[in-house]
């Protein structure tokens, strides 16, 4: 084969790519494209920027192996069918994903492969197994999470593979411009890109992997990987990751927490209305309260670990998972607030936010999901003790509490009136 084209979508990385190790192994010249859809660039202004900047590292790594990084900006199948024509190529190369847009794009994709006579090979996607490659006895899909991990930890996964030396491209492209510079609307975003992704992972490997069952959660330790973000994208390989924690002191339960993305990719897959719908209709009358939910939204709900989280999110584009969990109970089960608003406001600000992972862990909390036990509440108080003892957590993310003592750090409202009237924080808006 002479020219083949690489879609990058979800897979921004050189080192374990599939489809990129394919096109190069099969064509003699790839062009590596990534089309920029202002209809998904437009939703988070975090991801978009976390986006602009892993593209920047992949057209670099590129560039080092003799290509560069193709930019179109439109609709993806349309300008990817254009690029073929303009290119003469033959095969097209994507990997394969859940949600309705990825759906809908593979689906176009093959139409008008077939009716311009390309080959289209869809590769594996985000997951470290396919959503495809593992069925309970009787269904489609695993619905509960544990008899999913027995089955993900006994099954075979395939080999990574490495990333092209060279990589030749035709020549006369235009090869277009990254997405502007965005400005992300929170102050403090990890560095993006396979590169930093890389360094980080190493780091967080060598140094806390060990302790992560024992400490992940920890909110105030922070002793989570922050690798979701680098996953979200594909700067990391969840492959590749889980093969480097397997079978070192806490790879176990690392291990635990990818077979969970891989579980909700699952999910999605067979049922790809989860943003939108009860995935387990319970006939939940949901409360409308637009003042608690704005006051949710800003992290002046007057519970102190609720709004750290919020707070937390705001400022970073990342909040804590034992936090994400406590401040979504809080919305749904205290509040009685439809999920599918802390779904949109976290996909809003989160960088990792991704429809599987966002949506199936909302519905997990709000118990219309995959929870095996649909009732569970997390009080906040309890969580709060139980994860930020001494209130390290809360005081980092809700100043104005700072200087309260430990005893009342979690219940503000219990100090003497005379230190209450002090504190420029609000009263609860429910009792937690």
Not at 199 to 205: D, K, M
Request: aromatic content about 8%; overall charge positive; hydrophobic content about 40%.
């Amino acid at each position: 084969m002479e020219t083949a084209i690489v879609v990058f979508t979800r897979d921004l990385r050189l080192h374990d790519n599939p489809a990129l190790a394919a096109a190069c192994t099969q064509a003699e010249r790839v062009v590596p494209v990534f089309v920029a859809d202002p209809t998904l660039t437009a939703i988070s202004p975090n991801r978009t920027k976390f986006l602009r900047d892993s593209l920047a590292g992949l057209r670099q790594g590129l560039l080092e192996r003799g290509a560069d990084l193709v930019i179109r900006h439109g609709d993806p199948v349309t300008e990817i069918m254009r690029l073929a024509s303009e290119t003469g190529a033959q095969q097209i190369f994507i990997a394969d994903d859940v949600s309705h847009y990825a759906a809908r794009r593979r689906s176009r994709l093959e139409r008008d492969c077939a009716r311009h006579r390309l080959g289209l090979t869809i590769t594996p996607g985000p997951t470290v197994l396919p959503p495809g490659d593992l069925h309970p006895a009787a269904g489609d899909h695993y619905k509960v999470f544990t008899p999913y991990w027995r089955a993900w930890t006994s099954a075979a996964w395939r080999q990574a593979v490495p990333a092209p030396d060279v990589i030749r491209l035709p020549p006369g492209l235009r090869k277009g411009q990254i997405p502007p510079n965005a400005a992300a609307s929170s102050s403090v975003l990890a560095p993006a890109g396979e590169v930093a992704g890389q360094q980080r992972a190493e780091r967080w490997l060598r140094d806390s992997l060990a302790g992560y069952g024992d400490r992940h959660d920890d909110l105030a330790g922070d002793e989570t990987s922050r690798l979701s973000a680098y996953l979200r994208f594909g700067c990391l390989s969840p492959l590749a990751l889980a093969q480097a924690a397997q079978g070192k002191p806490g790879g176990e339960e690392f291990c635990r927490q990818l077979a969970w993305r891989d579980f909700f990719y699952q999910v999605t897959a067979a049922f790809p209305d989860m943003a939108r719908k009860d995935y387990r209709p319970r006939g939940d009358q949901w409360h409308e309260d637009k003042d608690a939910l704005d006051a949710w939204r800003e992290g002046r709900t007057g519970v102190p670990i609720v709004d750290a989280g919020i707070r937390q999110l705001a400022a970073e584009g990342f909040m804590h998972n034992r936090a994400r969990m406590i401040t979504a109970s809080f919305l749904t089960r205290n509040l009685r607030i439809d999920w599918r608003h802390g779904y949109r406001h976290f996909g809003v600000l989160l960088a990792d936010g991704d429809v599987p992972n966002n949506a199936g862990n909302w519905q997990w909390v709000a118990g219309t999901g995959n929870n095996s036990r649909p009732n569970r509440v997390m009080n906040p108080l309890r969580q709060a003790r139980r994860f930020d003892r001494a209130g390290a957590y809360v005081r980092r993310y809700v100043p104005e509490l700072a200087d309260v003592d430990t005893a009342h750090i979690h219940t503000p409202w219990n100090l003497p009136p005379s230190l209450r009237r002090q504190l420029a924080y609000p009263a609860p808006i429910i009792a937690p």
